[in-house]
Nanobody, 124 residues
């Protein structure tokens, strides 16, 4: 059974940082590309960053480049999203998702497996 569990969300002031974690189990982690997505109230879910299964190349949405960094530790079956210089518009529920592919994509429909999400709130 595929299981993805996000953690690390919370309340942070504008300009602050958070590191999200996505712990995976129930599948051969190194064979799966992993993506981070987010959904703000009243908005559609959107791709944030993703990382390939084996070569660790990444893709990121333009709105998070230079601020967010995705990484993975295949020995720990975990993917991280380091978020710096956070803005109020980054407030959303953040989800990780997995797909049995080498090359990751940022499309929501590409991913069959999803975690439950973790809330990130950026506010003073």
């Amino acid at each position: 059974q595929v299981l993805l569990v996000e953690s690390g969300g919370g309340l942070v002031q504008p300009g602050g940082s958070l590191r999200l974690s996505c712990a995976a189990s129930g599948f051969t982690f190194e064979n799966y590309a992993i993506g981070w997505f987010r959904q703000a109230p009243g908005k559609e879910r959107e791709g944030v960053s993703c990382i390939n299964s084996r070569d660790e190349n990444t893709r990121s949405a333009d709105f998070v480049k230079e601020r967010f960094t995705i990484s993975r530790d295949n020995a720990k079956n975990t993917v991280y999203l380091q978020m710096n210089s956070l803005k109020p518009e980054d407030t959303a529920v953040y989800y990780c998702a997995a797909v049995f592919l080498w090359f990751c994509k940022l499309g929501v429909d590409e991913y069959p497996y999803w975690g439950q999400g973790t809330q990130v709130t950026v506010s003073s």
